[in-house]
Each structure stands twice: as structure tokens, then as C-alpha cells.
């Protein structure tokens, strides 16, 4: 799409009073996302933008309602299956030796990576030692991960993810989906079973604003599909704040549309779909 100059300087200008008016920051959010988001909330909501900038002055429920709809929260389980076999065949059992597997899933979403991840884990024994955060912006998503309950047919074809990670054909012993999803017959939902639901703690962090101090260094971070809404300074200063926070030789997980740029290009080695931490540099800010 193209971004009409005299547009995009006038959402610049809402995104400034956002920031000012509320604890979101969104003004380094990639052009051209913001302007369709915005665009279709004008339209959804019958606004101009001044009068989304009124509201925005004067309505903290409002700026939540719009939060909500400015960030995008598709998800999927074992979305790409391809990485996920990947990390389970080759990835997870390297980390049979350590003694705590530290993970955090920065942009987790309704949580479907997330649970994904707890079952892969779970199936190489490695569940009971990993320590794993989850942390998305928003408080809605956040809601739905924690009670681990998604609607059956959203997420039917989804589900097949599961047989095509951790079933290979004709191999006899395939993994049942009963052992980690409650499935109500008559339910118009099926529930991640609660044994998995404890191994998680979700939280709302803004990836923008805050740094992930609190924490001990992490084996690996997924963050996938979020720095793809963010623009390059952006994301060049989360990524410093990743390599900062993983252990030498730790891994990063990106979707599959997103990368590094030539400036992490001695600071990180591209191992098939990850990126894994190749030495002790810190970045200073
Ligand atoms: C497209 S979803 C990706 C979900 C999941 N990682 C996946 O790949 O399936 C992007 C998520 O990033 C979150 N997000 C956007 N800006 C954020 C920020 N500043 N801090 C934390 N999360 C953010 C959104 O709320 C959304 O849930």
C-alpha cells in the first residue's frame, strides 16, 4: 500500500498524543501497519482524527479498546510446523545437559506458541527444569492464554499442526492430542490441560518501553512476528536488548518472514531457522 505523505504525518501526530495521554508508545510502529489499523478503526468507529485524538485525551477505556485493535494478534499452534520439528529434533535435545532451561516468548499472543512449546518440552523431559515467561502488550490476548481455552473451529486446522510436529506417518507410536488438550464433546472449546497451564507465566510487558530486567539470562526468545510491525531503529534496539539478554550460545526464534540486519552479522550465527548467540558482547544504551 502507499502511504499518502500528508496522512501518515497526521497519524504521527495521534500517535504522539497516545503517548502523551497514555503508557503506550507506538510511534516507531512501521508506517504502513499503523496507517491500515488506524484507517479501519476511523471507519469501524465512525471517527475522524481529530475526534479519535478527543477521545484519546479524555477516554482510558477507549485507548485500551484501541490498543486492542491496533495490534495484530494472529497466532496459530506449531505455527510453521517446519520450525517447530526442527527445534524438537535438533534444538531441544542439545539441551538435555543443563540444569534450568530459561525461555521467554516476548509477543506470545492468546498463548498458542507458547503451549506448543510446553508440549515439545514435555515430550523430551525437559518440562519439569524449564522456566518459561510469556509477555505480550496486550491485556485481552493475555486473558485468553492464561485460561488456555480456544474456540474448536478457530482453531481446527490449527490443531492438525500438532500430528504434523510430533506424528510421523506409519511410525506406530504417534502422540495422542488427549494428552494435553481436554476436548468437551459438546463444547465449542478445547482446553490446554492444566499440568501444561502451570508451567507458564504470562505477563503484560511492553517490549517498547521496558526492559526484561528482572531475569536471569534466557536459553532461548521467541519473537515471532512482532518486530515484522515495528520499524528498523525499532527493531534494531529490541534485537540489542535480546543478545543482551541470552546466554552465549542461547537462541533466538524470529517468524519466518523476519531477520537481522548486517549489523548482528558477528553477533549472531544463522543455524536453519534460528539465530544462535555467538559471543559475550553487551550492548550499551
Ligand atoms: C502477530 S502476534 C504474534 C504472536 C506469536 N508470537 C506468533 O508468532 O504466532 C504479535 C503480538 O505482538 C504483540 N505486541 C505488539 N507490540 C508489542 C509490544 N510493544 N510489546 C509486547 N508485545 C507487543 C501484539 O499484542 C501481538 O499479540
Known amino acids: 500500500m502507499t502511504v499518502k505523505v500528508e496522512n501518515i504525518t497526521e497519524i504521527k501526530g495521534f500517535l504522539q498524543e497516545l503517548k502523551e495521554y497514555s503508557s503506550y508508545d507506538l510511534c516507531e510502529y512501521s508506517d504502513s501497519s499503523i ?28 485507548i485500551e479498546n484501541i490498543i486492542q485493535e491496533i495490534t495484530v494478534n494472529t497466532t496459530e499452534f506449531f505455527r510453521d510446523p517446519e520450525v ?14 543443563k540444569k534450568y532451561i530459561n525461555i521467554w516468548h516476548a509477543g506470545c499472543s492468546s498463548g498458542q506458541e507458547v503451549y506448543s512449546n510446553l508440549i515439545l518440552l514435555n515430550e523430551l523431559d525437559l518440562l519439569d527444569k524449564s522456566n518459561v515467561i510469556a509477555t505480550d502488550l496486550n491485556s485481552k490476548v493475555l486473558k485468553v492464554a492464561k485460561s ?51 508451567q507458564s507465566d504470562f505477563q503484560q510487558h511492553d517490549l517498547v518501553k521496558e526492559e526484561m530486567n528482572n531475569h536471569a539470562k534466557f536459553d532461548i526468545i521467541f519473537c515471532r512476528n512482532v518486530l515484522i510491525y515495528f520499524n528498523s531503529a525499532l527493531q534494531t534496539k529490541i534485537l540489542k536488548q535480546f543478545h543482551n539478554k541470552l546466554t552465549n550460545g542461547g537462541i533466538l526464534v524470529l517468524g519466518n518472514h523476519e531477520g537481522l540486519n548486517g549489523f548482528f552479522k558477528t553477533k549472531f550465527i544463522k543455524d536453519g531457522p534460528v539465530f544462535i ?5 553487551h550492548f550499551q544504551f
Not at 548467540?277 to 558482547?281: I, L, M, Q
Open 35 to 62: 496507517y491500515r489499523r488506524i484507517k479501519k478503526i476511523l471507519k469501524d468507529h465512525k471517527l475522524s482524527l481529530d475526534q479519535l485524538i478527543a477521545k484519546t485525551k479524555t477516554d482510558s477505556l477507549f
Open 84 to 97: 517447530w520439528r526442527e527445534l524438537y529434533q535438533n534444538f531441544y535435545p542439545t539441551l538435555r545437559n
Open 148 to 198: 488456555g481455552k480456544y474456540d474448536k473451529k478457530e482453531n481446527q486446522e490449527y490443531f492438525e499442526n500438532f500430528n504434523a510436529v510430533l506424528n510421523r506417518e506409519g511410525n506406530g507410536s504417534d502422540i495422542l492430542f488427549e494428552k494435553y488438550f481436554e476436548d468437551g464433546v459438546n463444547s465449542n472449546c478445547v482446553e490446554v490441560k492444566s499440568f501444561l497451564r502451570k
Open 277 to 281: 548467540k555467538n559471543n559475550t558482547f
